[in-house]
């Protein structure tokens, strides 16, 4: 965060790095090589799990990703983080293989083993040399299948993550985060950390782990994903080998409620007596993953703040030296969307970053983007887009996502052409229904006894204690 004495430095150094880009950025680019998808082979195994398998590339490598739609979103009512516990907790053990013996496993062949959750899925990610494909299916199907969720490791997780929220709270960026999320989805399933909280996670029990498990994970509710060195027949074989005898888990994913944000203005000021600086988000609705609106709203937003050279880089941090960084962004589940802007600046500039945010958001809301400023993103945003199947994890990622959200397999081969497609017109659609026609959230983490008087005029400001997002 720039100081009064720094300004007109941090200025000059943003306005040197943003014409470096713009001068990058803004030459023709070369029509890029087609993107393609390899070839999918799909099977089922006995047990119901759907799979996905494309053989690809020279290196003897392979990719295997496993979703499993049990995201934080099915938590239960008082048990917010169990999804994102449980994941962690697979890898401790299996009725075959304690934790140790696990780690050596797939550590002696070279291959890799994680695990993460998000609002919408639990996934399960394996990276493995082409020979040793086989016996790390074998070592996947074991977490899934039969994990033991030893007493010791599930007591040790608990304590890790419980002294991981106190941590927490020392960083106002992920209180910030926290508040915005809970303040925008309210009750809605995604209205919680995808961790959960204090309160919740030091209630979790080894029965609440066991239970999630075979209530929650399952295979008709799963699809997994292998990109690599290895044919579809042994991709298929070596599946019905590992998930042979997979049960539980419910007969389909569970539907979700559509999100109802009323931001009507709010303010939520997070008091944390200390900082000198303010954390600043501001957002409201956007729109569900896979929506018609994405590309045009893609487009728009780059302009506006989704990248480097964007209008709101260049007004509040270029032009003003308030901050060292602000971004807007789409971020898009299943059920619903944000559309939302994250930002800091000095305690004493919360209005100034406030207002100025707000009124460059207005301009493109009534004005939408020029055509030459959409020309500029499609190029970027088309020219980014093949890094996104450079390597078999990214690739098995990309099925995956396309199978789980409905998107369609032309959805890589079509992307740039449906990106390039759209038309000034739309943009400003875009920006009408999602540049906060209404009121939008605003929510500040600082000292709350300097940084309330500035917000006079705003709207209804609701001052919570910090300890509160724990």
């Known amino acids: 965060m720039a100081t009064r004495a720094t ?130 299916m074998s070592v996947l199907g074991q977490l899934v299948r039969e994990p033991s969720f030893p007493e010791r490791e599930v007591e040790l997780a608990r304590e890790r993550a419980l002294a991981g929220f106190v941590n927490d709270l020392d960083d106002p960026s992920v209180v910030a985060d926290r508040a915005f999320n809970r303040a925008l989805w309210g009750e809605h399933p995604y209205g919680h950390d995808v961790g959960g909280s204090k309160a919740h996670v030091r209630t979790f029990t080894r029965e609440d782990l066991v239970r999630f498990h075979r209530e929650r994970m399952g295979p008709r509710v799963s699809l997994l994903s292998v990109v690599g060195a290895v044919s579809p027949d042994v991709v298929a074989r070596e599946a019905e080998k590992a998930f042979a005898g997979w049960e539980g888990g419910p007969e389909a994913p569970v539907e979700l409620p559509p999100a109802d944000m ?14 000198t600086q303010t954390q600043v988000r501001i957002g409201g609705p956007g729109f569900r993953v896979g929506h018609a609106d994405y590309f045009p709203a893609a487009a728009m937003n780059n302009v506006l703040g989704g990248g480097f050279t964007s209008r709101l880089v260049n007004e509040v941090r270029v032009e003003r030296g308030l901050t060292y960084g602000i971004h807007s962004y789409f971020e898009m589940m299943n059920a619903g969307g944000v559309f939302g802007i994250s930002t800091f600046t000095q305690t004493d500039k919360t209005r100034e970053m406030i207002d100025v945010t707000l009124a460059e958001v207005a301009k493109v809301r009534q004005k939408g983007i020029t055509p030459a400023e959409l020309k500029k993103a499609q190029r970027y945003l088309a020219g980014l887009y093949p890094l996104r199947t450079e390597t078999n994890e990214s690739v098995a990622s990309v099925i995956s996502d396309i199978r789980v959200h409905g998107l369609g397999d032309d959805w890589v081969e079509k992307f740039r052409e449906r990106l390039m497609e759209v038309k000034p017109k739309q943009t400003v659609e875009v920006a009408t229904k999602y540049l ?22 705003l709207g209804p400001v609701t001052v919570v204690p910090a300890s509160d997002y724990e």
């Open 436 to 457: 906060f026609a209404q009121p939008p959230l605003i929510v500040l983490v600082g000292k709350a006894s300097e940084v309330k008087k500035q917000l006079t005029g």
């Open 262 to 275: 009323k931001t009507s203005g709010r303010i939520i000021l997070v008091d944390k007596p200390e900082q």
């Open 7 to 136: 300004k007109k430095t941090v200025k000059k150094a943003a306005a040197k790095a943003v014409k470096a880009v713009k001068k990058v950025v803004g030459k023709e680019a070369p029509t890029p090589a087609a993107v393609r998808l390899p070839a999918l082979h799909e099977s089922t195994t006995s047990s119901g799990l759907k799979v996905l398998a494309a053989q690809r590339g020279v290196l003897p490598l392979v990719a295997v990703r496993l979703i499993i739609r049990a995201g934080s979103s099915v938590d239960p009512a008082d048990k917010h983080g169990l999804s994102d516990f449980t994941a962690r907790l697979l890898r401790r053990g299996t009725a075959k293989l304690s934790a140790d013996e696990l780690d050596e496993t797939i550590e002696f062949v070279g291959a890799s083993f994680s695990v993460g959750s998000s609002e919408d899925v639990l996934s399960l990610f394996v990276a493995t040399p082409a020979e040793h494909f086989p016996e790390m």
